[in-house]
């Protein structure tokens, strides 16, 4: 193969691609228009301070995720800082779960929650243990509806928020199978899956600049603000075109938000129904709040849940990246936040902490965050009709939402893909 693979887009989907690709034996090319790796999930600065662009947090299921950051040596690092299974939302729910085979994890989580009555108790754990048997939610059905014979306060601080916080999606909108097989994947594994794994160092630097070093030195190279305006495809070559430049590839793996793909491959006519799928889709923003408090202060867990909107839960930077008194609050789903929603997130802090005076705050509002991950979501392959072009991103076809893990898994499953059409 005399011409060099090409991956357009640096996210986790199109880092993973490329990784997978440079470690074949294959000599690819991966282009990112920002000058920063990492897409949705990446590093950022707000006036002069490191943070990310949003805040994320893994599941021990993630193993994808997981197995690429062990084969770039994560497992000997603290990048990571796994935790066991805990929710809290002071003042009055806590629900931890121990390292347990299913569903002991669960019988015994739910035995010693605070914050919930007995009778509450037993309906939740009999719900759940149906669910991780294997019970199907129907066709077009939503998580409100899954949810609907639960008690008021189970779903208020427990299964809504999960839901909200993992499909980015309000749960009266939100695809109930989509809900059930995160939960599955999470509580009905491997007793680690439950696992909260807390990144210890910003976004960039935990996956997408150690999966760069790595394909540079297999060879391959690594282009940061080269911005990919269109993907022309023959049938021996494809063609990207950058500014004035037109290099030709043997393959191209296109790895953009969905979004990004009209325009992207709007003359790639055996891409017409590809683009039609996505089409329909609508998006569903997040939003971070960064506040600065005294140095001193901590929260009494790494991660609190938040009630009464519009945050849903917020991360004590000073546990897990050494930023003490910076906290990070997030509120997913947040297509109508108000005017002033960050004096309210401000006040959802001080309803349960007393951090003192805010020293610094700002904001960050990724518009277009993920896919609205609604009942019957059409989701394409990561092969296309041309024989030559391949997609990776999370919101190609798989068992979960717009997460960490699904970008990863599609752009290794990519990547194969690939490999397989050589």
């Known amino acids: ?222 282009h940061t603000g080269q911005r990919v305006r269109a993907v022309e495809a023959g049938h021996d070559a494809v063609t990207l075109r950058i500014n004035d430049t037109a290099p030709g590839f043997s393959r191209v793996i296109i790895a953009v938000a969905p979004q990004h793909l009209h325009a992207l491959t709007e003359y790639i006519r055996e891409l017409d129904n590809v683009r039609r799928m996505v089409a329909q889709y609508t998006y569903q923003p997040i939003a971070t709040a960064y506040f600065q408090f005294d140095p001193g202060f901590r929260l009494p867990h790494p991660v609190l849940a938040l009630t009464g909107g519009p945050a849903q839960y917020v991360f004590d930077r000073g546990y897990s990246h050494g930023q003490a008194g910076l906290l990070a609050c997030v509120a997913s789903a947040a297509a109508n936040l108000p005017n002033g929603w960050i004096d309210q997130v401000e006040a959802q802090l001080r309803h349960i902490v007393s951090p003192g005076p805010v020293l610094w705050r700002r904001a960050i509002v990724e518009k277009q965050a993920t896919y609205g991950c609604v009942p019957d979501l059409p989701r394409p392959s990561v092969g296309t009709p041309h024989p030559l072009i391949f997609l990776a991103g999370d919101y190609t076809a798989g068992p979960y939402p717009a997460t960490l893990e699904s970008a990863t898994m599609s752009g290794v499953q990519s990547a194969h893909a690939l490999l397989n059409s050589l």
Not at 85 to 111: E, I, M, Q, T, Y
Request: hydrophobic fraction near 45%; charged fraction near 15%.
């Open 1 to 222: 193969m005399t011409r060099p693979v090409a991956v357009v887009g640096g996210g986790w989907a199109g880092c993973a691609a490329a990784l997978t690709l440079a470690e074949a034996g294959v000599n690819v090319a991966l282009f990112e228009a920002s000058r920063t790796l990492g897409g949705r999930a990446r590093a950022t600065v707000l006036d002069g301070r490191p943070v990310d662009n949003g805040q994320h947090m893994l599941l021990g299921a993630y193993t994808t995720t997981l197995d690429l950051l062990n084969r770039l040596g994560g497992h000997k690092t603290d990048r990571l800082w796994r935790r066991p299974l805990r929710l809290d939302a002071p003042p009055g729910f806590s629900l931890v779960c121990p390292r347990w085979p299913a569903p002991l994890n669960l019988l015994a989580g739910f035995v010693a929650a605070r914050g919930l009555s007995w009778q509450e108790k037993w309906s939740a754990l009999q719900w759940s243990r149906r669910l991780l048997a294997g019970l199907q939610p129907p066709a077009g059905s939503t998580v409100a509806v899954l949810t609907r014979r639960q008690p008021a306060r189970v779903n208020q601080l427990l299964w809504h928020p999960l839901c909200v916080a993992a499909l980015n999606t309000p749960a009266d909108a939100a695809c109930a199978r989509t809900f059930a097989a995160v939960l599955r994947g999470a509580l009905g594994g491997h007793r680690t899956h439950s696992d909260f794994l807390l990144p210890r160092c910003d976004l960039s630097a935990l996956f997408p600049l150690p999966a760069a070093e790595r394909i540079q030195a297999l060879g391959g190279t690594v």
